[in-house]
């Protein structure tokens, strides 16, 4: 359809897109300047996994993105656009199992394909600063980041039960999973325990919270919305309760320590190492086979306010500590390992999940707040408000929840069993998985020495080239493991036999980084060259999906206060605006192959061309809004393109052509939209900027259709910031038309004009006459019009008088500069 519209229109998109892709790449264009006097902007998109060719989720993100980059470029600053991609992770194993290959060759040939077609979408990236994470070079550096981890303390490893994929077998952190599923391949998600490495952003979680302040207005409000809940700060304090044959109280934290006094029992976490410790002999069957029903379980169902909570006694009882009564600690599937010390007091009257557990098991239930709502031991409903304290020794008689909290925090302090305590829901970060294509973990386990880095000179630690095919199968443990050539090696600290650690590091470490190398992406001395990355960081604008707001952009946070604390940067965050894009859906739904609506981005290119896609996506909603291509048309916005392409072709003015002295109603046009369009690309409104962009097409053909021609000078001045406008969407037609407007190449190097304010003043605007409510007269006024007169132009039109008919006016209403209405009597 492109190349038969191109007859009619004078306008060959597929030539124009191999000739001016050609051009951006010899000339360089969106490369880096060497040139100090400008003001630095970073553009940054996430990069892209190379799971085969681009798509039309692509398609929207990384048009809006070069938008903001091509538009800064013409406002006159030095922008890095970097392209990369995050290259590690299961795709690519998968598809090497499958084929009988390395994954090396599924994702370079992969991400050459991709490259092809970011250069064919016309992206204006600079790519002379390109990475791959999977390239030996990047990820020595990713192990030489972990080692300072490691040497700081925040790099651990710990025996847990971890969520285990069975499909793609190898764990998942907490916020891989989605609704009980792996959020890469949909299976429900068990448990396991291993021995794992972590890395400690908990120590990091008040700063996290903190230095939101500094994004707000930058970053979108859901986004850190979503941080702070998951972060999940909770103020309370840490209770100890001591548990028959421990030495070591038990603490547990509570958001309500006024309440302890109703604590009638205590609940552990069964998969949690203190259920197994504490649990008596005679116990231990039923406990081991209730543990195995709960390993069945996902963690949302465990959590569910539906699901029937289940328990067993352990065989043991706890001291409450302020009134020293004997307490039965049960392991129940309603309490989680991972939340504090996985063991919690039970309050039954006040918390509705322990009264249920309560009622289930006949377990005590006593009322320590009275709010009026009656006992609920009695009604069965707990109640969770304010209310006069009861049962409660000192606290008797109180009735404001903070001055119970205080007094009980002071007891508890006085007689060392608590202390007012913080604590967080975020969990430290698993990073451990049990798959071959990922960054090996730098670590050396060693009989003598215990875990010992891999020096730095030994830096990288590569993956064999010889492993392909089944060879790559999961396993439950890492593929690594079975290559003894490649496992065992020397000790650095004694010479003694040693092995390497197997497993590989979660690719959200790799994507944790890169925006710091991309600003110095050939560096050999380091991770990246700091004085580069002073240069041109924390990023101005970042662009991707709102469904990394808890895993890549918490951890790319983490990654940047732990890197300033190394002295390594000077910021506080790594990015100071973001902007998600929605998704492109069709016919309601997410595209997929088993609904059959998915879209190939290809042949829409092939049949409308880059330009009508590239604009269709803009101009269908705001960037952050989903787009459902059943509602949209490429075909129309083709038809827009040539529309406006035609008028390059028009103008017959010379180039350098003063305006001054061209239509003035075209000039205000002219003017206005480059005032509004400034506006709304700095708003991130870009859809709107398209809407202003036709009209002000529309209002350049009226007044070459009036018989002002070509020849005017106003007619190029809008033709001339029409195709810079335009060049931001469409930048194959933009390129085209300055070409045929007869100015030097390129437009995305051309300066953004600036409005000139004596066009911006309204000098008329169109005044409605209504007589008894209907429009009996339009007319063209001053904007400083006086009510006197507009009622004498009002009443003296030809229109108004034959309305009146000779009837007397009882009143005039003068809502100026817009409308005048006539009340006749």
């Known amino acids: 359809m492109a190349e038969h519209e191109a007859e009619r229109s004078g306008y060959d998109a597929v030539a124009a ?18 040139d100090e006097s400008r003001e630095r902007r970073y553009l940054l998109d996430m990069f892209a996994y190379p799971s085969g060719d681009l798509h039309m989720g692509h398609a929207e993100a990384w048009a809006i993105g070069d938008v903001v980059g091509r538009y800064w470029k013409m ?40 490259a092809a077609s970011f250069r064919r979408y016309g992206i204006g990236f600079d790519w002379s600063h390109r990475l791959h994470t999977s390239d030996v070079e990047y990820y020595r550096w990713t192990q030489w980041l972990f080692l300072r981890f490691f040497e700081k303390g925040l790099a651990y490893r710990k025996d847990s039960y971890v969520n285990w994929c069975p499909q793609d077998m190898t764990v998942l952190a907490n916020e891989q999973v989605k609704d009980g ?79 302890l006094f109703g604590a009638t029992f205590m609940v552990v976490a069964p998969d949690a190492a203190l259920a197994d410790e504490i649990v008596s002999d005679a116990q231990r069957p039923a406990f081991e086979e209730y543990l195995e029903q709960v390993k069945k379980q996902t963690e949302i169902e465990r959590q569910s306010t539906e699901h029937v909570k289940t328990g067993v006694f352990l065989g043991v009882h706890a001291t409450n500590p302020v009134n020293g009564e004997q307490v039965p600690v049960w392991a129940a599937d309603y309490v989680l390992a991972d939340y504090g010390t996985g063991a919690i007091m039970a309050v039954p009257a006040h918390d509705q999940r322990d009264l249920d557990f309560a009622r289930t098991y006949d377990l005590p239930v006593r009322m320590v707040i009275d709010t009026g709502e009656g006992d609920p031991a009695e009604t069965g409903v707990a109640t969770a408000g304010d209310g006069d304290y009861v049962n409660s020794g000192l606290l008797d008689g109180l009735a404001t929840k903070a001055e119970a909290i205080d007094r009980i925090n002071a007891q508890l302090e006085a007689d060392k069993l608590g202390q007012a305590a913080i604590t967080y829901r975020l969990r430290d970060w698993l990073i451990s998985r049990q ?15 215990g875990e010992v880095a891999v020096p730095d000179d030994q830096l990288p630690v590569r993956l064999p080239d010889d492993m392909r095919g089944e060879q790559l199968a999961p396993k ?86 732990v890197l300033r604390d190394m002295g390594m940067v000077d910021f506080d965050e790594p990015m100071l605006r973001l902007m ?40 269908a909603g705001p960037p952050d809004e989903d787009i459902d291509w059943a509602d949209v048309s490429p075909g129309s916005t083709l038809k827009f393109l040539q529309r406006a392409y035609r008028l390059a072709g028009d103008v017959t003015s010379p180039a350098g052509t003063p305006a001054a002295g061209g239509d003035r109603a075209l000039r205000q046009a002219t003017h206005r939209a480059i005032a509004e369009i400034t506006e709304l690309v700095e708003s991130q409104r870009f859809n709107v900027v398209v ?87 339009k007319l063209e006024v001053s904007p400083d019009i006086s009510e006197a007169q507009a009622t004498e132009l009002a009443l003296a039109d030809a229109g108004v008088q034959r309305s009146l008919d000779g009837r007397e006016v009882a009143k005039v209403i003068c809502r100026l500069p817009k409308m005048v209405s006539i009340v006749p009597k």
Not at 17 to 34: G, I, M, P, S
Not at 202 to 221: H, I, K, N, V
Not at 711 to 738: C, G, I, K, N
């Open 17 to 34: 897109q191999q000739k001016w892709a050609k051009y951006w790449d010899e000339h360089r264009t969106f490369a880096v300047l060497d």
């Open 75 to 114: 406002k006159g600053y030095n922008v890095l656009h970097p392209v990369g991609w995050d290259s590690f992770g299961l795709p690519a194993e998968n598809a090497a199992i499958r084929n009988n290959a390395h994954p090396a060759e599924w994702t370079y040939k992969n991400i050459e394909t991709q």
């Open 181 to 259: 599923r792996c959020e890469r391949c949909g299976t429900v998600v068990t448990k396991r325990q291993l021995n794992q490495w972590y890395f400690k952003i908990t120590d990091y979680a008040q700063q996290l919270l903190d230095d939101m302040d500094q994004l707000e207005g930058g970053w979108p409000e859901r986004v850190l919305a979503m941080q702070r809940n998951w972060i999940g700060r909770s103020q309370g304090a840490h209770v100890k309760f001591q548990v028959e044959g421990r030495d070591e109280p038990v603490t547990v934290f509570t958001t309500r320590p006024d309440t």
């Open 435 to 449: 798959r071959f294509w990922g960054c090996p973990i730098p670590i050396i386990h060693c009989p003598d020495c």
């Open 476 to 561: 439950g443990v890492s593929p690594l493991a079975a290559n003894d050539a490649w496992k065992n090696v020397d000790c650095p600290q004694c010479g003694g036999p040693a092995v390497r650690d197997t497993d590989t590091m979660d690719t959200f470490v790799d994507s944790s980084w890169y925006f710091y190398r991309y600003a110095s992406p050939q560096y050999t001395d380091g991770p990246f060259d700091v004085e580069a990355v002073k240069k041109w960081m924390p990023v101005a604008q970042y662009v991707g999906g709102v469904e990394h707001a808890t895993m890549h952009l918490l951890y790319a946070r983490f990654f940047n206060k």
């Open 580 to 619: 998600n894009q929605g998704q492109v859906i069709n016919q309601g739904k997410a595209m997929s192959k088993s609904l059959g609506n998915g879209v190939d981005l290809g042949q829409q290119i092939d049949e409308f061309g880059v330009d009508a896609v590239r604009t269709t996506v803009i101009f």
């Open 691 to 777: 809407a202003r962009v036709m009209e002000l097409v529309n209002a350049t053909r009226r007044t070459i259709d009036s018989g002002a021609g070509g020849a005017d000078p106003a007619v190029r001045e809008a033709a001339e910031f029409v195709t810079q406008a335009l060049s931001l969407v469409a930048p194959y037609v933009a390129e085209e038309m300055w070409e045929a407007l007869g100015l030097p190449p390129s437009v995305a190097q051309s300066a953004w004009p600036d409005a000139d304010p004596s066009l911006l003043v309204v000098d008329h605007v169109t005044m409605v006459v209504q007589v008894q409510g209907k429009v009996r007269a």
